[in-house]
């Protein structure tokens, strides 16, 4: 499977406990986001790599969040102190940027449940 | 500021009839791209389509068929025949096209239940 794989896949956690989803993007893919999404509602932007570079965070990224992406292949989204309010999927998708634009893939999420 | 709108929350449809999902979009950009994605309950969301904002011919892809006008903002997408296997959360989006991280907005999306 060559696409965007996501671990781990389903997380429960106690509040106040520290989580880390891993994500690996589409190889040779430079661009690579983390998106929230709650029940009943479209994915959020949180967080945007060029490589290594994070180049854009929304606000939606509190102190808590932290995102890397090391060497400019896999990234790791840690969210700390985790709260009630965090509970949620948080997906991962990837791009090859070109001069005609973007198609952005998708994974299949890791869903975050914070009891 | 980019906006999506899904107006239909949720479509019900008896199997092999013809559905279409609405969307309608806001941005200031004069290029941007827009796309539709499924959702099945699995949780990918599974990319359908991209069109750019120039390209406003209309596009058909087996049983699927999407309508841009740039007139009236809007991208809709309709599904002929439709299958059980067809259900699933569909989703529009926007990006802008130049510069930055082309991050896409979403709407809500639309719920479809294709009933036997």
């Known amino acids: 499977d060559t696409g965007v794989s996501q671990d781990p896949r389903h997380k429960i956690t106690k509040r106040g ?8 993007p589409i190889s040779e893919h430079n661009r690579l986001y983390w998106y929230r999404q709650t029940l009943g509602q479209g994915p959020e932007f949180l967080t945007y ?8 965070k929304s606000r939606l990224l509190s102190d808590r969040f932290s995102a890397e992406r090391p060497k400019g292949s896999f ?9 009630q309010g965090d509970s949620a999927m948080y ?7 070109t001069s005609s634009g973007n ?8 869903w975050l449940t914070v009891v | 500021a980019q906006k999506v709108t899904q107006a239909q929350t949720e479509i019900s449809v008896v199997e092999k009839e013809d559905v279409t999902l609405d969307c309608v979009y806001e941005t200031r950009d004069t290029t941007y791209y827009l796309f539709w994605y499924k959702q099945p309950p ?3 969301l599974v990319f359908l389509i991209r069109r750019n904002s120039f390209d406003e011919q209309n596009e058909i892809s087996g049983r699927y068929s999407w309508n841009f006008q740039k007139s009236t903002s809007s991208f809709n997408f309709t599904i002929t025949a ?6 699933a959360v569909y989703f529009c989006a926007l990006s802008e096209a130049e510069g930055g991280s082309e991050k896409l907005v979403f709407g809500k999306g639309t719920k479809l239940t294709v009933n036997p």
């Open chain 2, 42 to 44: 699995s949780g990918e």
């Open chain 1, 75 to 83: 990234s790791t989204l840690e969210i700390q102190r985790t709260e």
């Open chain 1, 91 to 97: 997906l991962c998708a990837s791009s090859l940027d």
């Open chain 1, 103 to 110: 198609t952005i893939y998708f994974g299949e999420g890791s």
């Open chain 1, 49 to 56: 790599f060029q490589n290594e570079a994070q180049l854009e």
């Open chain 2, 82 to 87: 439709s299958q059980v296997v067809d259900s």
């Open chain 1, 17 to 24: 406990q520290n989580v880390t989803f891993r994500c690996d």
